[in-house]
C-alpha cells in the first residue's frame, strides 16, 4: 500500500468518524489510533521469532484476575458477526492493555484508561471493514509514523489551554541548531503529540547513519527530508538511544498517549513517556534531573496551577522562573494579577 493510499485510508476513517458525530478532534483521532494500534499489535506478536515469542493475546494475571486478551485480538475480535458485542467486548478489554507486563511503557500508556467512545457497532464494524485489508507492520516505518504525525496534526485546532501543534518544518531547523547527539538526554517537558522527540530521534539517528544509507523521503507535507539508520551506532549506544535518551513530559493525557504512540511507531517506546505538569502543582522525582538537551514549544497562555516552589525566585510584581529540568536557563514570567 503506497503512502498516497494510506493517506486516503486516514481521510476516510476520519470521515466516518465525522459522520457519526465523533467531532472533536482530540476524540476521533484516539479512537482511530486505538483501533490502529490494536491491529498493529496481532501483527507485531505473529512477527516474532519462533521461542522468543511474548504472548500478548493470551489470558494474563493483573491484580489477581485473570484476564483473557485473546478476545482482542484483531482476528478474532473483527470476525464476530453480532457488532454490539464486538463493540462491547473492546470498550471491556481495551484498557486493561494498559496493564499488561508483555506490553512497552509507552504501549500500556496508550491503552492505559482507554475509552471507547464509538458511538455504536455499526460504526466500529465500518471501522475495522477499511482498516483490516492493510497490513501495517509491512508499510514502511517512515510511512507509517509520518502518517500518524499527519492524523495527529488535527490536534492542531484544540485551540484551548494553550494547545499548539509546533510546524515540523521548524522543529527541524530547531533541532539542527542544538544538535543534540548520542549519550546526552533529551527532554521535552511540554511535549504535545511529541514532535520535538521525534526531530531530536531523527536527528541523531541520521548524524550516526553512513553516507550510502541515508535516504531522502518526502514528507505528508512536501518537505524532502533526509533519514538515516543508526548503522554506526554500537550496541550500548543503541539502547541508550532507544531507553535513555529520550523524556517527554505533558499534563494532558491525551497528548502524552499521542507521543506514546509515536514513540512506538518509531523504535524509541521504552523511553520515559510521562504525564505531569513541569511547571505547576506539587514536586515530583524529575524536578531533580537535568537533561543535556531541552527542545520545546512551551504553552504561553491558558490556565495554569501556581509554579512550583522550585522553579520560582520571587522579584516584587514578578518572578523569575528557572526553566524545568535545566538549571542554567531562566525565563522572566510575570506574576499573574
Known amino acids: 500500500m503506497d503512502t498516497t493510499s494510506l493517506q486516503s485510508l486516514l481521510k476516510r ?75 462491547a467486548t473492546l470498550r471491556d478489554l481495551l484498557p486493561k492493555l494498559g496493564l499488561h507486563p508483555e506490553l512497552s511503557p509507552a504501549a500500556r ?48 485546532q484544540q485551540k484551548k489551554s494553550a494547545q499548539f501543534r509546533t510546524p515540523r518544518h521548524l522543529i527541524r531547523v530547531i533541532v539542527e541548531m542544538v544538535n543534540p547527539t548520542i549519550g546526552g538526554t533529551v527532554c521535552d517537558s511540554a511535549c504535545g503529540t511529541g514532535g520535538f522527540l521525534i526531530g531530536a530521534w531523527e536527528h541523531i539517528l541520521l548524524a550516526n547513519t553512513s553516507p550510502e544509507f541515508v535516504r531522502e523521503v518526502v514528507s505528508p507535507w512536501g518537505q524532502t527530508v533526509k533519514r538515516g539508520v543508526g548503522d554506526q551506532l554500537k550496541p550500548s549506544q543503541w539502547k541508550f538511544l532507544q531507553q535513555g535518551t529520550i523524556h517527554g513530559f505533558d499534563g494532558e493525557p491525551t497528548f502524552v498517549r499521542m507521543t506514546a504512540m509515536n514513540a ?52 516584587g510584581d514578578k518572578y523569575v522562573r528557572r526553566s524545568p529540568q535545566s538549571a542554567s536557563r531562566w525565563t522572566c514570567w510575570h506574576r499573574a494579577p
Not at 16 to 42: C, G, H, R
Not at 128 to 141: C, F, K, M
Not at 305 to 315: F, H, I, Q, T
Request: contains cysteine.
Open 13 to 87: 476513517l476520519c470521515k466516518l468518524m465525522w459522520e457519526s458525530n465523533v467531532t472533536d478532534p482530540l476524540t476521533y483521532v484516539t479512537q482511530i489510533a486505538y483501533l490502529l494500534f490494536l491491529k498493529m499489535l496481532e501483527e507485531m506478536e505473529a512477527d516474532q521469532p519462533k521461542g522468543k515469542r511474548r504472548a500478548i493475546f493470551a489470558t494474563v494475571k493483573i491484580d489477581g484476575e485473570k484476564v483473557d486478551f485473546d478476545k482482542l485480538r484483531w482476528s478474532l475480535l473483527t470476525s464476530n458477526p453480532d457488532n454490539e458485542r464486538m463493540l
Open 109 to 156: 500508556s496508550i491503552f492505559e484508561d482507554a475509552r471507547i467512545m464509538i458511538p455504536d457497532g455499526a460504526t466500529l464494524r465500518r471501522a475495522v471493514d477499511l482498516i483490516s485489508p492493510v497490513h501495517l507492520l509491512s508499510e514502511d516505518a517512515d510511512v507509517k509514523g509520518d502518517l500518524f504525525e499527519t492524523l495527529s496534526s488535527d490536534l492542531g
Open 264 to 315: 512506538l511507531l518509531h523504535g524509541f517506546d521504552y523511553s520515559p513517556i510521562v504525564r505531569r505538569d513541569s511547571i505547576g502543582g506539587g514536586e515530583d522525582k524529575w524536578d531533580e534531573v537535568q537533561f543535556d538537551f531541552i527542545l520545546e514549544n512551551p504553552p504561553f497562555s491558558g490556565a495554569a496551577l501556581s509554579p512550583k516552589r522550585s522553579l520560582r525566585v520571587d522579584k
